[in-house]
T-cell receptor, first 109, second 114 residues
Framework: DAKTTQPNSMESNEEEPVHLPCNHS???????IHWYRQLPSQGPEYVIH???SNVNNRMASLAIAEDRKSSTLILHRATLRDAAVYYC??????????FGKGTRLSVIA | GAGVSQSPSNKVTEKGKDVELRCDPI?????LYWYRQSLGQGLEFLIY????????KSGLPSDRFSAERTGGSVSTLTIQRTQQEDSAVYLC????????????FGPGTRLTVL
């Protein structure tokens, strides 16, 4: 019972910004929104997480809707190395991550 | 610093044999997780440790699967009497605290059961 909904796939041109959407209409007040990505033949890699406010780090930005029922992961300038499966996951305290199918991002040179 | 390491990186075994998979978490991380990923599938949670105890074993698919963690560090996942459907990549992750904390994943062990 996945709590998040993401598009199966997206495509971006290199050097362009990418906006990866995620819907989580049943989010609870204690759920954090986490994003991980998995490059081919590698384990998942943490990208970013947030609760209510927008967040920025060296990898990406996370924009969270005011009602928290959706969020968007923003890669400011896609590179070929960003081609991966991106997972949007809700997690409150003391629970393992529940991975859905994620969004497969293709980056075109 | 050193990340999460797992061994072996690849394991090929015959159906019915037992296998042990090892995970060395990042030093000081109290929470440790095991997941598996079958070909073309998403990641499936197996078991989670907080220190040496396992408060959540709900993801273990059968009683052939067991795991332990000693000294709050190394963890071993054991699969007895392996079956072909056990073939998957087994991933280990650790974090400073469970839940909200960032999880750091190892490279995984690819298990093939012939």
């Amino acid at each position: 019972d996945a709590k998040t909904t993401q598009p199966n796939s997206m495509e971006s041109n290199e050097e362009e910004p990418v906006h990866l959407p995620c819907n989580h209409s049943t989010i609870s007040g204690t759920d954090y929104i986490h994003w991980y990505r998995q490059l081919p033949s590698q384990g998942p890699e943490y990208v970013i997480h947030g609760l209510t406010s927008n967040v920025n780090n060296r990898m990406a930005s996370l924009a969270i809707a005011e009602d928290r029922k959706s969020s968007t992961l923003i890669l400011h300038r896609a590179t070929l190395r960003d081609a991966a499966v991106y997972y949007c996951i809700l997690s409150s305290g003391n629970t393992p991550l529940v991975f859905g199918k994620g969004t497969r991002l293709s980056v075109i040179a | 610093g050193a990340g999460v390491s797992q061994s072996p990186s690849n394991k090929v075994t015959e159906k019915g044999k037992d296998v042990e998979l090892r995970c060395d978490p990042i030093s000081g991380h109290t929470a440790l997780y095991w997941y598996r990923q079958s070909l073309g599938q998403g990641l499936e949670f197996l078991i989670y440790f907080q220190g040496n105890s396992a408060p959540d074993k709900s993801g273990l698919p059968s009683d052939r699967f067991s795991a332990e963690r000693t000294g709050g560090s190394v963890s071993t996942l054991t699969i007895q009497r392996t079956q072909q459907e056990d073939s998957a990549v087994y991933l280990c992750a650790s974090s400073r605290t469970s839940g909200r904390g960032e999880q750091f994943f190892g490279p995984g062990t690819r298990l093939t059961v012939l």
